[in-house]
């Protein structure tokens, strides 16, 4: 394009540019989070009680020479821990759901449910190791929890990843009630907020994903 539409070719190259360092900032990033979480509901408020808590996987931090094996991954770990403090107001068992996508010998509900009961000293009562996907944990913990008699549960995920998982949840045959952490918060705005960075241009695939995985449910169904 350079040699026969130069003209072409500058205007590709400027909108790409500048759309990479949008996409790059940290402002637009957590905006763009910021568009797709949904509002911290407290779990204390009688009308938002449930009957289980569904805590959903995140990934694992494979080999970890420290913990002499494959571990929760940060994100798990964040998911984790608001699910011990959940369990510490509502008193209700947790069902962990998340399988090996990845094929590792461990798979990620077994991992999160070592820290809960080794680290956080939170009780698990139930695990499901099958699923790979969130569409997956859905309907394997509803086929479960059905047998359980239970129907509405408190599920626990990271804030961005909410509405695609109770999306997936309900679509399954849950009543939800949110219960999501790790949102997207800014100290300040100050100039760093506009200058591009790797994280922010992570941010914003993640952003990305939820958006687009979101439409391709509503497709599905």
Partial sequence: MWQKYPRLARTHVSLAFILLWVCSTPFIADSLLQTIEQPYISPNDPSNSAEAIVVLTGGSYFNAPEYAGDTVSSTSLERARYAAKLYREVKKPILITGGAPLGNYLSEAQQVHQVLEQELNTPVKWLEIKSINTRESARYSYQFLQSQGISRIYLVTHAWHMPRAKQAFQAAGFEVVTAPTA???????????????ANALENTHIAMHELIGMLWYRLKS
């Fill in 183 to 197: 949102y997207t918060t800014r100290y300040n705005t100050n100039i760093l907020s506009f200058i591009p960075s």
